[in-house]
């Protein structure tokens, strides 16, 4: 991509005066001025991203947008840095114009945008705030009618997530699907979340190896088992690639193409089938739930005095308590440090909402 003509010169005003300079469209005297378009977007987007959840949600709801029916999440935590690979049998995006999805105001939603439970959609800002806060933000694989494959790493230390990433949250069942009731509002319930809201969709969330093992049975029953020729494997959908190896090495390949970070050793393992393909989280919603109705649920909470609480009403007290500090924490840019904490004593009902203000 050739230099804008004036990149010279803004290069030029930078090196001599900085780059608070450029940032500035106006200085308007007594400490105040009036930043340019560019730095108050990146400012801007420094907010609409602010965990690692808040990518996880757009990342899903842009592959919903590109007209995605499967979903394939991959998530890992090493050293400090969370591993998002999202995967997708959507529209995908053309080669020349994968790049420039990262910048501002880019968008495929001309005429439209979507309005859901997590706001607005289509205002062109979503991937660029998601590269104004990881350390990585890459569209690794995609084309015209190929779906994608989008990669991001994040500094957990910079980036909030909730400790806890491996409880599931309660799940509840009625004649109009699913519902999340409560638990830590981490990347597995994000993704439940949005599931419900979408059931038309199959979305499945684990390991890189467990997501690569769920690529490579879904494309073996698409295909019938029968590779494509390797001049034709790259024009296939992406999300169809794993299920061209023939080896453990290609398959290794295949994933490490998609942005997926397995060891050689565990492409190795998934193609004997010693790692199992994921069920969708549809599905688990339902077997999740079915085992729940099953087993009685004797637990209750009690005060001094013999107060019940039903565990199932104090899961929707405490939803709503979580949806109202929501409302707060946005407007004060506040996120949870711990789990909310729920007790009830003798006179009392105790709420504990650890916070910390971000910078």
Request: hydrophobic residues 35%; aromatic residues 6%.
């Amino acid at each position: 991509m050739t230099d804008h003509p004036t990149k010279p010169l803004l290069d030029f005003v930078s090196s001599v005066s900085g780059d608070t300079y450029l940032k500035v469209e106006e200085d308007l005297g007594e400490g105040f001025v009036r930043l340019n378009v560019s730095e108050a977007e990146r400012r801007q987007a420094k907010h609409d991203i602010r965990s690692t959840e808040d990518i996880l949600i757009e990342l899903l709801r842009n592959a919903r947008d590109a007209g995605a029916t499967h979903l394939y999440v991959a998530s890992s935590l090493e050293e400090g840095s969370r591993h998002l690979t999202v995967i997708d049998d959507g529209q995908g995006v053309p080669a020349t114009l994968q790049q420039q999805i990262f910048e501002p105001r880019v968008t495929s939603k001309l005429a439209t945008m979507v309005v859901d439970d997590w706001g607005v959609h289509g205002r062109g800002m979503a991937l660029y705030s998601i590269a104004q806060n990881t350390e990585t933000c890459r569209m690794i694989a995609s084309g015209v009618g190929q779906g994608a494959a989008l990669d991001i790493s994040a500094d957990t230390r910079t980036l909030r997530e909730r400790a806890d990433q491996s409880t599931w949250p309660q799940i509840k069942a009625s004649d109009k699907g699913f519902t999340v009731e409560s638990g830590p509002r981490n990347l597995i319930r994000t993704t439940l979340e949005f599931c419900c809201q979408h059931p038309q969709m199959e979305v499945s969330f684990g390991s890189p190896s467990e997501i690569t093992a769920t690529l490579r049975a879904a494309g073996l029953a698409l295909t019938r088992g029968h590779p494509a020729n390797e001049a034709d494997v790259r024009q296939m959908p992406v999300w169809l690639w794993p299920a061209q190896a023939t080896d453990g090495a290609e398959l290794f390949e295949a994933a490490q193409a998609l942005g997926l970070a397995l060891s050689e050793r565990n492409a190795y393992r998934v193609l004997r089938g010693e790692v199992a393909p994921l069920k969708s989280l549809t599905e688990q919603m339902y077997r999740r739930t079915q085992k729940s109705t099953q087993e009685a649920d004797v637990d209750i909470y009690r005060d001094a005095r013999g107060l019940k609480v039903d565990p199932s009403d104090l899961r929707d007290f405490q939803n709503q308590v979580e949806k109202a500090f929501d409302e707060l924490a946005n407007k004060y840019y506040l996120t949870l440090s711990d789990d909310m904490k729920v007790q009830v004593t003798k006179r009392a009902i105790s709420i504990r909402l650890p916070f910390m203000k971000e910078e």
